[in-house]
């Protein structure tokens, strides 16, 4: 069983809909995050949350909002899609004292 | 703010080793992580260097010279299943800054 999932994995959507990407994890971390991957760049953070009440920006929240749910819900919506945020989005976690962000396997978002 | 720097593209063979380096500018810096994300795929943890040295597991070595602002991974005895782009990533206490990686070709 994957310890933590995405939905949708792909979703294709037109400019000025909102959309939303949801990430639940298993592993009882209080640590998630979000990325976005353009290809041949690396992930840059969109917004992190260290509890259910923490919410922080990351490099380039603009255009993004999240939710924290519950500690194993961490939910991503782009309330006006644009075609420059097609790109690969990935939910992370971690522990709190950890190195290691264990990651999703992704949402492929297209935005036409 | 934080920039990572990575060659974008590596070729070895099989059996070989290789080195992909990592120059890093940051402020905060608290440690050096590396990253494997095969195509397709999720990035997966390789290691992390918190104080300057070699840190080894199994075929991957990850260096650390935090004067020189510079890491990198090393991998051994190269395997087909090596090929993969691997990205180093700093770690900043709150959050991770990545690199934009270097994809690394394993020819027979």
């Known amino acids: 069983d994957a310890d933590v999932t995405q939905t949708p994995r792909n979703r294709i959507t037109k400019t000025g809909k909102r959309i939303m990407l949801e990430c639940s994890q298993t592993?009882?971390?209080?640590?998630m995050y979000w990325y976005r991957q353009d290809p041949g760049l690396g992930l840059r953070l969109i917004y992190y949350?260290?509890?259910?009440?923490?919410?922080n920006k990351g490099e380039i929240s603009d255009g993004y909002s999240v939710s924290r749910q519950a500690q194993a819900k961490f939910s991503l919506s782009l309330e006006s899609a644009i075609p420059n945020q097609t790109a690969l989005y990935f939910c992370?976690?971690?522990?709190?004292?950890?190195?290691?962000?264990?990651f999703g396997p992704g949402t492929r978002l297209t935005v036409l | 703010g934080q920039s990572l720097e990575q060659p974008s593209e590596v070729t070895a063979v099989e059996g070989a080793i290789v080195q992909m380096n990592c120059t890093y500018q940051?402020?905060?810096?608290?440690?050096l992580s590396w990253y494997q994300q095969h195509d397709g795929g999720a990035p997966t943890f390789l290691s992390y260097?918190?104080?300057?040295g070699l840190e080894e597991t199994g075929r991957f070595s990850s260096f650390l010279s935090r004067s020189d602002s510079y890491g990198y991974l090393l991998l051994q005895e190269l395997q087909m299943k090596d090929s993969a782009s691997y990205f180093c990533?700093?770690?900043?206490?709150?959050?991770?800054?990545f690199g934009g990686g270097t994809r690394l070709m394993v020819k027979p």
């Open positions: 990533a700093a770690n900043a206490g709150n959050m991770l800054t």
């Open positions: 592993k009882g971390h209080d640590r």
């Open positions: 992370a976690t971690s522990e709190t004292y950890g190195n290691e962000q264990f």
């Open positions: 940051t402020s905060g810096f608290y440690g």
């Open positions: 949350s260290f509890d259910v009440k923490d919410i």
């Open positions: 260097n918190a104080l300057d």
